[in-house]
Nanobody, 121 residues
Framework: EVQLVESGGGLVQPGDSLRLSCAASGFTFGNYAMSWVRQAPGKGPEWVSAHNAGDSRTIYADSVKGRFTISRDNGKNTLYLQMNTLKPEDTAVYYC??????????????WGQGTLVTVSS
């Protein structure tokens, strides 16, 4: 069974940094594109970033570009999201998600349980 387990969330102040991790199992991690998606309280999900497997390219939502960095360690079956210069509007539950193939197409059929990031003064 495909399993994704996020960790690293917490309560931080504006301007702080945080690094999220996603431990993957149940599939050949290095063969699949992976994404981070977030959902703020009372709002719908917002795609944040993706990391291709086929060509290792990365893409970001405009709201986080320049502040967040997605990376992966295929040997550890782990996806990361380095979040810098955090803003209150970044407050959300952050999920990692598996795409259907090697390149990002947004067919994110499997999500983890999520980890909560709260940015507040």
């Amino acid at each position: 069974e495909v399993q994704l387990v996020e960790s690293g969330g917490g309560l931080v102040q504006p301007g702080d940094s945080l690094r999220l991790s996603c431990a993957a199992s149940g599939f050949t991690f290095g063969n699949y594109a992976m994404s981070w998606v977030r959902q703020a309280p009372g709002k719908g999900p917002e795609w944040v970033s993706a990391h291709n497997a086929g060509d290792s390219r990365t893409i970001y939502a405009d709201s986080v570009k320049g502040r967040f960095t997605i990376s992966r360690d295929n040997g550890k079956n782990t996806l990361y999201l380095q979040m810098n210069t955090l803003k209150p509007e970044d407050t959300a539950v952050y999920y990692c998600a598996k795409d259907q193939g090697s390149w990002y197409v947004g067919s994110l059929e499997v999500w983890g349980q999520g980890t909560l990031v709260t940015v507040s003064s």
